[in-house]
């Protein structure tokens, strides 16, 4: 029973990731600009309208403008330097300016897992022998049983394939999205476009107040001029995916507990810029005594980032769940055993754009067994964090 909810662990797993993966988009050549900061600018004097203006770029998959503006491009200066520091003075706080609302922010939302239950668990045969550490008691399986470990294994390395090919994904798109100010033509076409289909065009220098609300206010790079000054940071509210690689112990029938390499990812949510929770699992896998392991751990994650010094951020990480481990083969006792894991550590975070930051975990984790702890067991991981 345990291998058939283990193989349904990580059937669905695979299925979730080819799934999330099919809602992938190109990046568009267009920007929306949020009605809160369009009120903002049709505030300010026509000639520093353009200075620096909020905007998100759009996926090709969004309705482009359908009216061509006539030119009226006006030449200005690509080496003027622009003063943003108002603008990113907040990332010692909250991710918050006094000018505009951040409840404008586009979320790209992903396809969420299900939890898994927590299977049952199987009677416990003897020990096999005084020799064997009793940490390692088998749980599951029968004396003499075929656990077929490098079936399992091969399954575990299409779904980290799966991952990895989201994980490229993510970065190619949500990852390298513009999210942040630029430099407009004071005559650069904003077209509102409307629910109902229909489409308006005002220039920057005529934008006034009766524009605002009317649609979604589109700016496209092959009108007018535009110029990227730079990313808003790190911003972390909406759905969050993460994949990391690592040194991660297992433990081992024989009582040992070897550094293999393992895989961890996560998907969920950040209701706050400090704190998100996301479903996990992690993977691990080797060789040991002539035989083969698998490790494979699956649970809820909940992070906790509240410090930043420029592009850093650190803070705490724990998760709570199911551990599973079997192992066969030389000189390795046919066993496998499946109870309650929990892990804590540190998490740091390097920000690359708005949406995407490299992540790295220090952490230990505790493994039950026979209803005590096994010793505690380390993992180093990084990777990328897709938000």
């Known amino acids: 029973m345990t291998r058939t909810r283990t193989k349904t662990i990580l059937l669905i797993t695979l299925f979730t990731l080819l799934a999330s993966a099919s809602m992938f988009g190109c990046l568009s050549e267009s920007y929306?600009?949020?009605?809160?900061?369009?009120?903002?600018?049709?505030?300010?004097?026509?000639?520093?309208?353009?200075?620096?203006?909020?905007?998100?770029?759009?996926?090709?998959?969004?309705?482009?403008?359908?009216?061509?503006?006539?030119?009226?491009?006006?030449?200005?200066?690509?080496?003027?330097?622009?003063?943003?520091?108002?603008?990113?003075?907040?990332?010692?706080?909250?991710h918050h300016h006094s000018h505009w609302n951040q409840s404008w922010r586009p979320v790209h939302v992903h396809r969420s897992v299900n939890p898994i239950g927590a299977p049952r668990t199987a009677t416990a045969p003897p020990p096999r022998g005084a020799s064997q550490p009793a940490t390692v008691n088998p749980t599951s399986s029968s004396g003499g049983s075929s656990l077929n470990v490098d079936g399992d294994q091969a399954l575990v390395a299409l779904v980290v394939l799966a991952a990895g090919a989201m994980t490229v994904g993510l970065v190619a798109t949500e990852g390298m999205r513009y999210d942040g100010w630029m430099q407009l033509d004071r005559d650069q076409p904003i077209h509102l476009m409307r629910d109902d289909g229909s489409e308006e065009v005002v220039y920057l220098s005529e934008l006034g107040p009766q524009h605002i609300g009317l649609g979604d206010a589109v700016i496209t790079e092959n009108e007018g001029g535009?110029?990227?000054?730079?990313?808003?940071?790190?911003?972390?509210?909406?759905?969050?995916?993460?994949?990391?690689?690592?040194?991660?112990?297992?433990p081992t029938p024989d009582g040992e507990f070897p550094t293999s390499l393992g895989?961890?990812?996560?998907?969920?949510?950040?209701?706050?810029?400090?704190?998100?929770?996301?479903?996990?699992?992690?993977?691990?896998?080797?060789?040991?005594?002539?035989?083969?392991?698998?490790?494979?751990?699956?649970?809820?994650?909940?992070?906790?980032?509240?410090?930043?010094?420029?592009?850093?951020?650190?803070?705490?990480?724990?998760?709570?769940?199911?551990?599973?481990?079997?192992?066969?083969?030389?000189?390795?006792?046919t066993e496998s055993f499946h109870e309650?894991?929990?892990?804590?550590?540190?998490i740091g975070e390097f920000d690359l754009t708005t949406r995407l930051a490299f992540q790295g975990k220090v952490g230990v984790r505790f493994q039950q067994h026979d209803s005590e702890f096994l010793p505690a067991m380390w993992l180093i991981t990084g990777g990328l964090s897709v938000y």
């Open 32 to 94: 929306v600009i949020p009605d809160s900061e369009l009120a903002r600018v049709a505030k300010l004097p026509v000639e520093k309208r353009g200075k620096t203006v909020r905007v998100v770029q759009r996926w090709a998959s969004d309705a482009e403008p359908s009216e061509e503006a006539t030119s009226r491009r006006q030449d200005y200066d690509s080496n003027a330097s622009f003063d943003v520091g108002t603008h990113v003075s907040f990332r010692l706080s909250h």
């Open 226 to 250: 535009t110029y990227r000054v730079q990313r808003a940071p790190l911003w972390r509210e909406g759905a969050a995916w993460r994949m990391e690689v690592g040194g991660m112990q297992v």
């Open 340 to 346: 309650p894991v929990l892990e804590v550590g540190g």
């Open 263 to 333: 895989v961890s990812m996560g998907l969920g949510y950040f209701p706050l810029q400090q704190l998100g929770f996301l479903l996990t699992s992690s993977f691990a896998w080797g060789e040991q005594a002539g035989g083969d392991f698998l490790g494979i751990q699956y649970g809820l994650e909940a992070d906790f980032i509240p410090l930043q010094l420029w592009r850093l951020h650190a803070g705490i990480y724990g998760i709570g769940g199911m551990g599973f481990y079997e192992a066969e083969g030389g000189q390795l006792p």
